[in-house]
């Protein structure tokens, strides 16, 4: 789902949010179609966040209109739009075969307006896999997206990031420690 994501993100580039969205088609891997795609999904609201966090079709659609996904995305008033579950319902899933594991596959997503032009979003593999590693900067950034900026989760980032020359884990311990009691 990451990279299908990436690619939605990457037809927005290519301004695919500017006008009236009438279809969605997202090629995603074998692999992921059950898990993301099911019969279900994008057919109706996700009844909970959980549930939202699995459903292809409408993290697409919040992507396509919020410009991206972030952890605001799967929130109880977040799930609750319905101008995110009416483009979900015009996202249409298609498999790509690929021999490789699904972790380590892109995604390609094309965006069709009322006009009829149509934009397109490729990734060739999934942000922090071997074909698309995620440098330190990345990695900081999601960490600050899913934790937080507060002193104390900065902290305990720059323990993780440098746990491979620490001579104990102590540090981790006594940042993270911080942060639950902060």
């Given at each position: ?9 990457r037809?927005?580039?290519?301004g ?33 966040t ?58 390609t ?13 490729v ?6 896999s ?12 999601k ?40």
């Open positions: 789902m990451h990279s299908a994501l990436d690619a939605t993100v037809a927005l580039v290519g695919g949010a500017g006008g009236e969205i009438t279809d969605v088609s997202v090629g995603i891997h074998p692999d992921s179609l059950g898990i993301v795609a099911g019969p279900e999904t994008g057919r109706r609201p996700p009844r909970t959980y549930d939202a966090k699995f459903d292809l079709p409408w993290s697409v659609a919040a992507a396509l209109h919020d410009g991206g996904v972030t952890v605001a995305t799967y929130t109880p008033e977040s799930i609750a739009r319905p101008e995110v579950a009416a483009t979900a319902a015009s996202v249409h899933v298609f498999t790509v075969d690929d021999d490789r594991p699904a972790a380590d596959v892109g995604a997503v094309r965006v069709t307006l009322a006009d009829g032009s149509t934009h397109d979003g990734v060739d593999a999934s942000r922090g071997r074909g698309r590693p995620m440098s330190t900067d990345d990695v900081l950034v960490f600050a997206g899913n934790c937080g900026t507060s002193v104390e989760t900065t902290a305990l980032a720059e323990a993780v990031m440098h746990l491979a020359a620490a001579e104990s884990v102590s540090a981790i311990l006594s940042a993270a420690a911080d942060l639950v009691n902060g």
